[in-house]
């Protein structure tokens, strides 16, 4: 009998398995997206209180964000081990870049007569960075958040090859077994979640700023 | 208290606001912006500060509420030296009105005018009340109050704008070509609405405008600065249009002096003669512009000013033109 291109079979055995990879990869995209999210805010709040740090900001996150994926998986291992610290610390850099570019813009498309009018009400710095400049910079923000966690997703599976993964699991699988089901599976599922993500940015842009309906 | 003999004594102090010897020399800049400026603008005043680009108003205004610290001389407003007091602090008790407006876009007219309120930790329920208080001072819907600011017309957004300086009942208010981006129609309106306001708040208002006729209109002193803020004449605006002070006032001021003097005097502001019969009536209210016109407009030399269908007097076309001068 011609093996099948898909055996459905397979996929209805292994639910089980799907499910606990989905938790996997969610778990590994939350983890980068969010730290990344909160080392690019802070690098952000310093670049835009002293301008001078920004250029070498971006030059250094420009080129943690170059460095191939697997070179810098290879690099890591022997330090931190095949752990999901190794993972991590690669997927949290590839979101640095587009996080800080996007915090940055946001805020700095702020309307000058927007933030002198708040200066002027009597506005302290980090009071009008939280209630004024960081709302209204929240849809360049977000714009961000959803390119770095889409792109995440599509990293994660590589962290496969170190022992993490999530669908990456069922994608090495079944190259290393020449059996097609898993690879599809794991692929199909990956693009499915990365675009489940960034619908989920969508409505959360839209429930965080009202005030573009 | 001891007191030299013709120290400025802050608390005696008459004026709201007084600038001593006032320079701000921008780095980098084309010599200082402001120039050794001492001026002072009375309590419950409207002061305006008009003159060409470049004249510093726009700078004074701001070093007012320390937007831009002056290099020298000291700003005193309502008795304290502003550079005495924590810049937020001063800030939050003097209105800011901008021609940009710059409403907060992601909040609520209700919260843009709040701003002030919250800063200063007013309790809900006296925000609120004071929100409903100033839509209908500024004559704003009431069903705006929950709509965003880019859902309004410029008219609108000015109207909050005004509002949200106002919120916390400043003595204090500064505004920098308030209507300056809204068209002309809306413009004389808002004019208007300031002039009522301004009679029954009395505000110390410090007013920038380069327009000379939005000058005269609405101050009460105007102060007409030229390049490097040198003040040129500081009076009344009758003052200014009767007797201008150099040949930069003269030309500043431009054509049709006369007629603008005109426009600030009322028909009962002058010596009325007492011989009823012109078949021209005027109210108390008309100003000596108004009747010119209509004597024009009716190819007649005289007319009576009657108040509620009272004679006062009668109006000749020679006191008008005397008025001219």
């Known amino acids: 009998m011609k093996e099948p291109f898909i055996r459905w079979n397979w996929i209805s055995g292994h639910l089980g398995e799907i499910g606990a990879r989905t938790v996997q990869h969610l778990e590994l995209t939350g983890i980068a997206v969010g730290v990344g999210f909160v080392i690019a805010m802070s690098l952000s709040i310093l670049a835009l209180r002293r301008r001078w740090t920004y250029s070498p900001i971006t030059w250094f996150t420009g080129i943690l964000y170059t460095i191939p994926s697997i070179a810098l998986f290879a690099l890591l291992v022997p330090i931190t081990g095949l752990t999901i610290l190794t993972a991590e610390i690669g997927l949290v850099s590839y979101t640095l870049l587009i996080l800080i570019r996007n915090i940055v813009a946001g805020i700095d498309g702020v309307p000058a007569a927007t933030r002198d009018a708040a200066v002027a009400m009597g506005y302290r710095p980090w009071r009008m960075f939280f209630e004024i400049e960081l709302p209204l910079a929240t849809p360049v923000i977000i714009a961000g958040l959803r390119i770095a966690t889409v792109t995440t997703v599509g990293l994660v599976t590589l962290t496969a090859l170190i022992g993490q993964g999530g669908y990456g699991y069922f994608i090495n699988d079944g190259l290393r077994r020449f059996f097609n089901t898993p690879l599809f599976v794991g692929a199909a599922l990956s693009v499915a979640l990365a675009v489940a993500l960034d619908v989920a940015l969508v409505l959360v842009e839209r429930a965080l700023t009202p005030w573009r309906r | ?325």
Not at chain 2, 50 to 56: E, K, L, Q, T
Request: proline fraction near 6%; charged fraction near 25%.
């Open chain 2, 1 to 325: 208290m001891f007191r030299t003999p013709g120290s400025y004594d802050p608390y005696m102090s008459d004026p709201a606001i007084r600038l001593e010897q006032v320079t701000k020399v921008f780095p980098g800049g084309d010599g200082a912006a402001v120039n050794d400026l001492t001026l002072e603008m009375p309590s419950g005043q409207l002061t305006i500060l008009v003159g060409p680009s470049g004249c510093g108003k726009t700078t004074t205004l701001r070093m007012i509420n320390r937007l831009i610290e002056p290099t020298s001389g000291r700003i005193i407003v309502d008795g304290r030296d502003v550079a005495s007091v924590e810049a937020h602090e001063l800030r939050r008790g003097i209105g800011y009105v901008i021609q940009q407006v710059g409403l907060f876009g992601h909040r609520t007219v209700g919260d843009n005018i709040a701003t002030v309120p919250r800063l200063l930790g007013w309790d809900d329920a006296r925000i609120d009340a004071r929100i409903d208080e100033l839509m209908q001072l500024v004559s704003l819907d009431p069903g705006l109050v929950n709509r965003y600011p880019g859902e309004l017309s410029g008219g609108q957004q000015q109207r909050v704008g005004v509002a949200r300086a106002l919120a916390a009942d400043p003595p204090v208010l500064l505004m920098d070509e308030p209507f300056g981006a809204v068209d002309p129609i809306v413009r004389e309106r808002l004019q208007d609405e300031l002039v009522a306001l301004q009679s029954r708040l009395h505000k110390t208002i410090v007013f920038v405008t380069h327009d000379v006729d939005e000058a005269i209109k609405l101050g009460d002193r105007v102060v007409l600065m030229n390049i490097g803020g040198v003040v040129e004449q500081a009076a009344p605006p009758a003052e200014l249009l009767a007797r201008p002070a150099s040949d930069f006032v003269k030309q500043f001021i431009g054509a049709r002096r006369g007629l603008r003097r005109l426009s600030l005097i009322k028909v009962t502001d002058v010596d009325l003669e007492q011989r009823e019969g012109s078949a021209l009536r005027l109210s108390p209210h008309d100003t000596l512009l108004d009747a010119l016109d209509a004597m024009l407009r009716d190819h007649v030399n005289e007319a009576d000013v009657h108040d509620d269908g009272r004679y006062i007097g009668t109006l000749t076309m020679e006191r008008i033109s005397s008025e001219v001068r």
